[in-house]
């Protein structure tokens, strides 16, 4: 058993602000009603694969924003939203810790994100990956990946035990866009 506790907090902002509120390095996906963008926060700037310098735009509904160590959730609501901060560690959120979730069992998961690496990549920190029926998708994870690997989304599973004995999932946080070698298609 490896047990623990989960920390939150949370807060009324912009997605703007809930960004800046999260330090360091981060993966950030932004939905919008036209269009959904993965984005990294590095050196200080928002960068997409297009975009030096990317903002979140006024019509983002729905933001994610994480590291190994956090995660940030943010959903539009009114003229501003609601952002929660979720970390093993209360030193690691902003503003002191509104709830906490003591866990039984701290799982580590991949989920497969479709696409074959490309050797044509974008400048910086994303690498393209492509399958012929959908298209690209650019995730910041290291250009260079060899034919054989596949992108994937690193998570961390939460176990605890209800009244009944019984154990289940009461929260997931995403931790990483990686690679991973040796997964058939």
Same mark, same amino acid.
């Given at each position: ?82 952002? =929660? ?66 992108? =994937? ?33």
């Amino acid at each position: 058993m490896n047990g623990g506790t989960l920390y939150w907090s949370t807060r009324r902002c912009s997605a703007a602000e809930a960004l800046a509120a999260s330090p360091g390095e981060i993966t950030v996906l932004a939905a919008t009603p036209t269009e959904f963008v993965v984005a990294a926060h590095r050196n200080g700037a928002l960068v997409t694969p297009e975009q030096p310098s990317w903002t979140v735009p006024i019509a983002c509904f729905q933001l994610t924003a994480f590291d190994r160590e956090r995660e940030l959730r943010w959903l539009a609501d009114g003229e501003d939203g609601t952002a =929660v901060w979720l970390a093993e560690s209360a030193d690691l959120i902003p503003g002191p810790a509104s709830e906490a979730l003591s866990y039984v069992e701290r799982l580590s998961q991949r989920f497969v994100l479709w696409g074959r690496p490309e050797t044509d990549t974008p400048p910086g920190v994303f690498s393209t990956w492509s399958q012929a029926r959908i298209g690209q998708a650019h995730y910041p994870c290291p250009p260079g990946a060899d034919p054989a690997d596949r992108a =994937v989304l690193d998570t961390v599973e939460y176990v605890t035990v209800d009244d009944h004995g019984n154990a289940a999932v009461a929260d997931t946080r995403l931790t990483a866009i990686s690679t991973i070698r040796g997964i058939a298609a």
